[in-house]
T-cell receptor
Framework: GEDVEQSLFLSVREGDSSVINCTYT??????LYWYKQEPGAGLQLLTY?????DMKQDQRLTVLLNKKDKHLSLRIADTQTGDSAIYFC???????????FGQGTELSVKP | DVKVTQSSRYLVKRTGEKVFLECVQD?????MFWYRQDPGLGLRLIYF???????EKGDIPEGYSVSREKKERFSLILESASTNQTSMYLC?????????????FGQGTRLTVV
């Protein structure tokens, strides 16, 4: 299968929490990343987690890492319409810096 | 501000043309990448360069080549453009090994091959 897999769509109501999930195959990735792409724009790093951590919190964002299951998730608390975007998880393949992305999850936030 | 600049936002080329997509970064990064982005397929790595004149194939290198003669510039070449290469092309750069591999992206080039 693919190195990094995500579901393609998620729809939530404004004020709810969003949880975007990702599974990966290469456990050698030192860091795992979440990138955000707004319409018509390039990707921007949202947050990342070091591979020996289980959780990282950054304001409204919580990243959970389950190394045993090779599962990464991004939780956005109090989701706003401005959070509507495509979210990509990414990791590195092999020992070098080759960065591999998932398919992207399109988050739609309804008022 | 860190910057990755792609030479064109939009390009329209004819089938069979040789196409050059240029990318320049001003962060002195070792790594540079070319991806293509297609709906439902996410970002797929075409080529990766970890140093000047060094390159590695990504997952979909067929029909493409790259050139990195200077550290700041990474060019993607479509040897003979075909309609199935119509896509959004994204360039990125990141610092070298042993560091966080945060990548910085350009705005993308939307290429249409007719």
């Amino acid at each position: 299968g693919e190195d990094v897999e995500q579901s393609l769509f998620l729809s939530v109501r404004e004020g709810d929490s969003s949880v975007i999930n990702c599974t990966y195959t290469d456990s050698s990735s030192t860091y795992l990343y979440w990138y955000k792409q707004e319409p018509g724009a390039g990707l921007q790093l949202l947050t990342y987690i070091f591979s020996n951590m289980d959780m990282k919190q950054d304001q409204r964002l919580t990243v959970l890492l389950n190394k045993k299951d090779k599962h990464l998730s991004l939780r956005i608390a109090d989701t706003q319409t401005g959070d509507s975007a495509i979210y990509f998880c990414a990791g590195t393949r092999g020992q070098g810096g080759k960065l591999i992305f998932g398919q992207g999850t399109e988050l739609s936030v309804k008022p | 501000d860190v910057k990755v600049t792609q030479s064109s936002r939009y390009l329209v080329k004819r089938t069979g043309e040789k196409v050059f997509l240029e990318c320049v970064q001003d962060m002195d990064h070792e790594n540079m990448f070319w991806y293509r982005q297609d709906p439902g397929l996410g970002l797929r790595l075409i080529y990766f360069s970890y140093d000047v004149k060094m390159k590695e194939k990504g997952d979909i290198p067929e029909g493409y080549s790259v050139s990195r003669e200077k550290k700041e510039r990474f060019s993607l070449i479509l040897e003979s453009a075909s309609t199935n290469q119509t896509s959004m092309y994204l360039c990125a750069s990141s610092a070298g090994r042993g560091q966080e591999f945060q990548a910085f992206f350009g705005q993308g080039t939307r290429l249409t091959v007719v």
